[in-house]
């Protein structure tokens, strides 16, 4: 008896860790497979160093592990405490000057925007449309982040304000999808892949989280408003505005 | 020690993408709403370990899939791997369109399995779980949006190859996505809407930038610099339209059962 007991202890501590590990296993499983069986049977080419190989992917998988557990314990429950300070707060002012921090903040210093605004400029001096000198190269991709990390601002913005008011997100996104459309037809032809690209790669894989636990939680906090149709969303805003922007941008300069 | 001082870059980037937005919460926190955060310590070390995991899972992808990947994105968009004769078709590739039938496997197999192992889909997926109270499966969910990143990336190795422009393909996405929203369940819409921006992240990016850049490479009168974006937007759209697709069977199925049980 007194040996059972000992061991359903142990399971029942060891017991979340062992499953979200292999919840992580199971997640990277199918790249792995892909990767395999491309290298092996369609190339016909073996793994370089497989035992390096073996090594780096329990990284991945440890990596994944901890970082989900992460997001429970401190990325979801600050993001939702806030939203629900803020609305238990009422300033709608700070609420929104704090939405475009966060969406301004974080989009700012993103790698992946950094090395997408590089390669804008390369193409903007291959194109001719602006000087091929680093100097001119640089202060067009620095135009373009911040072009970008303002769009982010205004998309977290909008989005938070419409979780407030409750207003319907169709017809917004609608009305954005509209404006990529009308920018379309004016842009010039150069920018137009790099803005469409530009809307995937601001939401970054802290941001998102951080980002959906405010909507839900304000959703939550406010009367009236579901979090399953209004929580959700402020994500939407933010892929779609840079696209605007950006081609704006294009036209501008 | 070669892979310490690697570690090292990873995670003091990892900190610089971390560090600002503490900034920012813990400013407002404590400056604006001045209240004490509760459990402060388990908040502290969620970051913590977001931080360590984040570094961990880079470092790991790129010691392991990233090189791997890549280097396979070039080869098998090298024309030569594909047995099509560059010169005959100089002038005509896109009849050839066929012909890389390894490609869009690739790009389907490498679109689906990377979404299925972007953190933030997890994370957006165990949010909508939790907020629906079980009824959206987070399971279900990633299927959804993975199938729809893999028609997407498909979808725009195909449009490199044939040299058509993406907007097109992007303004009928649009209407597509619009007619959807129409029939669609309303407590679907927004999440969908989401899932367009969040399955483009750490895993995806990369591995796609790579194919696209391979393909319009290698592929007669494509230009690199103009023909290889557009892959991300295909994978930011397409999960929108799987997402929506997704609820409608579900609604349709229940409504079916429920005419059977009635009968």
């Not at chain 1, 790698?111 to 400029?121: Q, R, S």
């Not at chain 2, 402060?40 to 790991?60: D, S, T």
């Amino acid at each position: 008896m007194l040996s059972n007991t000992f061991v359903d202890d142990a399971s029942s501590t060891l017991n979340p860790l062992i499953k979200a590990f292999y919840e992580s296993i199971r997640d990277l499983l199918p790249i792995v497979v892909v990767i395999a069986f491309f290298q092996l049977l369609v190339l016909q080419q073996p793994f370089p160093g497989l035992l390096k190989m073996l090594g780096g992917l329990l990284l991945v998988v440890l990596g994944l592990t901890l970082f989900v557990h992460g997001l429970r314990i401190g990325l979801f429950p600050i993001g939702e405490n806030m939203a629900y300070d803020f609305a238990r707060k009422g300033s709608l002012p700070w609420l929104l000057l704090f939405a475009f921090a966060l969406g301004f903040g974080t989009t700012v210093a993103e790698p992946a925007l950094i090395a997408v605004a590089n390669e804008a400029a390369e193409v903007a001096a291959n194109g001719g449309m602006i000087a091929a000198t680093d100097q001119a190269k640089e202060s067009y991709a620095d135009g373009l982040r911040l072009t970008v990390a303002l769009s982010v601002g205004f998309a977290i913005v909008l989005g938070v304000y419409r979780i407030v008011r409750g207003w319907p997100i169709q017809y917004l996104i609608i009305g954005g999808y509209l404006g990529v459309v009308v920018m379309t037809i004016f842009a010039p032809r150069e920018i137009i892949g790099i803005a469409y690209d530009s809307g995937g790669v601001t939401t970054s894989t802290i941001t998102v989280p951080l980002v959906t636990a405010l909507g839900v939680g304000l959703a939550s906090s406010i009367s009236g408003r579901n979090p399953m149709i209004d929580g959700f969303g402020l994500i939407a805003f933010a892929s779609l505005t840079p696209m605007i922007f950006v081609m704006a941008y294009g036209i501008l300069l | 020690m070669q892979w310490l001082s690697e570690f090292a870059e990873i995670l003091l980037d990892t900190l610089s993408d971390v560090l600002p937005i503490a900034a920012i919460l813990f400013g407002f926190q404590f400056l604006v709403l001045r209240r004490k955060v509760r459990h402060l310590k388990r908040i502290l070390a969620g970051f913590l370990l977001v931080i360590l995991g984040l570094a961990f899972f880079l470092m790991g992808l790129e010691q392991t899939l990233f090189p791997v990947g890549k280097l396979m994105a070039q080869q098998l968009t090298d024309p030569q791997f594909l047995g099509i004769d560059v010169e005959a078709f100089r002038d005509n590739i896109a009849t050839q369109w066929a012909s890389y039938y390894w490609v869009y496997l690739f790009a389907f197999t490498i679109g689906f399995s990377t979404a299925i192992a972007e953190p933030s889909l997890i994370a957006v997926a165990i949010k909508a779980s939790d907020v629906s109270g079980g009824s959206i499966n987070p399971w279900g969910l990633r299927i959804a949006v993975a199938l729809g990143v893999a028609l997407g990336i498909s979808l725009g190795a195909f449009r490199i190859i044939t040299g058509t422009p993406l907007h097109y393909y992007i303004i009928s996405g649009y209407i597509v996505v619009m007619l959807q929203t129409l029939f669609a369940p309303r407590s679907i819409i927004a999440l969908a809407y989401d899932s367009g921006g969040v399955s483009t992240s750490t895993v995806t990016v990369p591995l796609v930038a790579a194919l696209g850049l391979g393909l319009s490479a290698t592929v007669p009168g494509r230009n690199p610099m103009l023909d290889g974006f557009g892959m991300i937007a295909f994978a930011c759209l397409f999960p929108i339209m799987s997402v929506m697709g997704y609820a409608q069977l579900g609604t349709w199925y229940a409504r079916r059962q429920q005419q059977a049980i009635e009968e």
